[in-house]
């Protein structure tokens, strides 16, 4: 192949000066629907900042320790949303989230009620600056979860290490019935045992 041939040009629109990387959201999946997700997110450079593994055991970091905890809180700041098995690896962590909109409707009612005022346009739409796409009325859907848990995460590990960075995105599987479950959650005990054979790998899926 000749080296200087003309190289077909990439018409990818960029972000900070970088090209985008092609989503792996289903385009017609909601991600605010009930449902289970098996989530895996990685550090920035996949950096081990979260602790070692030793002996087919993790030992948590500090830092590890905070990653560790905020994970616990995430049902106590969204309702909709509960925790099943997790492991927080060296670079890493894996995670089921089991979304569950009915548990949030009845507190919702109440928020709505205080955000919808009355409308000033006289036709019958709902007030706020943003009226019907008003994004404070939006479902917690797994995205708003994922950004609360990293950004939490930053804020809290910086207080004692500044150069803490996550990988910009994270990656999801649709759980979609108990076999798969059951086969994720062993995968996610496992994965310690695992770790010098799957250190090198990219993020996937036990399915």
């Not at 997700?37 to 450079?45: L, M």
């Not at 030992?59 to 809180?73: N, V």
Request: proline content about 6%; overall charge positive; some cysteine.
């Amino acid at each position: 192949m000749n080296d200087y041939a003309p190289q077909p040009k990439n018409t990818k629109p960029k972000y900070k000066g970088k090209y985008r990387i092609d989503s792996t959201r289903l385009p017609a999946w909601s991600y605010a629907s009930n449902a289970g997700y098996f989530v895996t997110i990685c550090t920035d450079g996949k950096k081990c900042f979260f602790g070692e593994v030793v002996d087919g055991k993790m030992q948590r970091s500090p830092i590890g320790e905070i990653a560790h905890k905020l994970w616990y809180e995430i049902p106590n700041h969204f309702s909709n949303c509960q925790i099943d098995s997790f492991c927080v690896m060296p670079n890493h962590i894996h995670g089921i989230l089991v979304i569950n909109q009915i548990r949030e409707d009845t507190n919702q009612i109440q928020e709505e009620d205080a955000m919808n005022r009355v409308s000033t346009r006289g036709d019958g739409q709902r007030g706020g600056v943003t009226g019907l796409f008003n994004p404070m009325l939006s479902k917690n859907s797994l995205s708003k979860i994922i950004r609360w848990y990293k950004g939490r995460c930053t804020f809290e590990i910086n207080q004692i290490y500044e150069d803490f960075r996550w990988q910009e995105r994270f990656h999801d599987n649709i759980i979609r019935n108990e076999f798969a479950v059951d086969k994720i959650r062993q995968y996610i005990i496992n994965n310690p045992i695992n770790w010098e054979r799957d250190r090198e790998q990219p993020p996937h899926s036990p399915l």
